[in-house]
């Protein structure tokens, strides 16, 4: 049985669209990851500055590139509106303090020889939000997934052996952010909106600690011009991922996205060990190991999935 022609030719142009949405969502979230992933080469560089100043500048640069994006969209309006509703403000208030903290402690992470601790966090966020999801939200986990959060506790019990402790430095930042995510999502803003929203909350503590060392410390690390133009990259570097992100997830199916949020911690780890020459013994091998079968087990058991979810 074939389409009326007047119903085949209402449908192809919606096709058409839909393709090439799903086609500029790819070009998006390929693009904010690898942008992610080689981050970690902007912010060497930047090791004498320091993790505060770095990403108290990253701060001032973000929010004055919102603001144009802002200005050249007519989203102030929103912000304004935004500005009003005062459990919005509150829930983005924490929303935005955690953001800060997980840039804080991941300059950290690559100032500090840490890179490959950084990227195991964030190959592990994907599973902290599930767990997340099962403590906040009461959500029920089926079989396969119960087994991926088993198996990366285990992979997180090994690397903590590998490194001869706790690692609070891929815990903080999978924690951290897949809690900014439960609470930006919340405070139900559009992407340059929240985010905007967010880095002018941040913005007068970063001034006031930027005034602060200018004043006590001289123009220092400002007297470079190289160093001044990586500390301005930093800005678009952190903001524009951010945003093409926001782009990608509202064209594509969240099991597409998952995909690629690998690549970054991918490319992270791979900078570590051949550029950063950071020591990769065999236990903390056997940990990332563990980790990669767990997501593979997750991903399978997405995809197993998806097909149901798309009927239901």
Known sequence: MSLPESASEAIAPVSAIQAK?????????LVAYLLWGFLPLLIHPLEAVGSIMIVAERTVYSLILLAVVLAVTGKFGEVRAFLRDGRKVRILFLSAVLLAFNWLLYV???????????SFGYFINPLVNIAMGMVLLGERQNRWQTV????????????????????YIALGLA?????????????MLGPATGLFAETLMIAPIALVYIGYNLFTVGVGVHGDPQTLLLLVLTGPATAVPLLLFAFAVQRLRLTTIGMFQYLAPSIQFLIAVFLFHEELNPVRLLSFGLIWLSLAVYTADSFRRRPRLAAA
């Open 21 to 29: 949405d799903a086609a500029n969502g790819i070009v998006a979230a």
């Open 108 to 118: 950290y992470a690559v100032e500090a020889g840490q890179l490959l601790q950084a």
């Open 148 to 167: 991926s959060i088993a198996i990366a506790v285990v992979a997180i019990a090994i690397q903590a052996a590998g490194l001869g402790g706790v690692p």
């Open 175 to 187: 924690v951290s952010f897949g809690l900014y995510g439960y609470f930006r999502k919340t405070a």
